[in-house]
């Protein structure tokens, strides 16, 4: 008996066992995974299967990789291969970090307070999914992009021929602004740096800490270390009164808020709150 033949050969039972498999290995949300695998390999819309719990699963060998790599915790969106944010679709894998909910908060910022820039930057861009999502919803700005690593960077550049933005955003691979030096004027900066902070490394999820590239989490010992350098630099290439928006820990709050109003360089400061109440956004404008 081959391994995967342990898998039942009905959709219906076949999605029970593989959220029992995810279940005993901890993984949060087994039923919905296992469906989500299950549509994957399918491929059928995930509303379908509760439609047809008796069709017969003609790919057991497939559904049983898949259901023993999400066991293994290896993340969803690298298996399935795309994950949504905002309202576009992109290309996942661990070239960069999966786009997560929280970050759409900056993007829904910018709309709120620039709606309609014609210079936007996105530095610590990987996977490209705040600069496409801007140049997606503001159809008038030009983006550019920047992160140090060149693997996400080329999955960025994927993501945006497979939106078809080549023309209105820009990649560029070099360390925060370095690659956009001698440029200025932006009416917009965001940035989803690094801020883990290093005793806290451990103690992530091992989706997080084993599967996603640490160069684009770990933060230095308090979790600013890049946070820091981004509020510095960049009013250089902001214009006068351009907003800077940065993705900060939930416990950073009161830390990122004193660094930038010591630093004297913006105003109109305020940390904005995600859906769960926690500060995830620094919001700032580059003083005129």
């Known amino acids: 008996m081959e391994p995967f033949e342990q898998v039942p050969g009905k959709i219906g039972a076949a999605w029970s066992w593989s959220a029992e498999i995810l ?14 695998l299950l549509g994957f390999v399918l491929g059928i819309p995930v509303w379908r299967l509760c439609l047809e719990p008796d069709r017969i699963l003609d790919r057991r060998r497939k559904f049983w990789e898949v259901t023993l790599r999400r066991a293994a915790r290896e993340p969803l969106a690298y298996i399935v291969g795309e994950w949504g944010f905002h309202e576009i679709v992109l290309g996942t894998d661990a070239r960069a970090l999966i ?3 929280e970050t759409e908060l900056l993007v829904e910022t910018a709309l709120e307070l620039v709606p309609s820039p014609v210079r936007c930057l996105d530095v610590c861009c990987g996977s490209g999914a705040v600069a496409l999502a801007l140049a997606t919803v503001l159809p008038r700005a030009w983006v550019g992009a920047s992160d140090i690593s060149a693997p996400a960077l080329s999955l960025a550049r994927s993501n945006s021929r497979r939106l078809g933005l080549q023309e209105r955003v820009e990649f560029r691979q070099g360390d ?4 956009w030096q001698g440029e200025s004027g932006f009416d917009l ?13 451990q103690e992530l999820e091992p989706e997080i800490r084993e599967y996603e590239p640490a160069l684009a989490l770990q933060g230095g010992e308090d979790g600013l270390a890049l946070i820091r350098r981004v509020v510095k ?10 907003v800077l928006l940065v993705e900060i820990g939930a416990d950073q709050e009161m830390s990122v808020a004193f660094l930038v109003r010591s630093g004297g360089g913006y105003v109109d400061i305020e940390i904005l709150r995600d859906l769960n109440g926690r500060g995830r956004v620094l919001r700032a404008r580059r003083r005129s």
């Open 23 to 36: 279940s005993a290995a901890g993984v949060e949300q087994p039923e919905n995974e296992a469906r989500i």
């Open 99 to 101: 786009p997560r909910p």
């Open 176 to 179: 925060l602004f370095h690659p």
């Open 189 to 201: 900066i965001t940035a989803n740096p690094p801020y883990v902070k290093l005793k806290e490394w």
């Open 233 to 242: 630099a960049a009013q250089e290439f902001l214009r006068k009164e351009g």
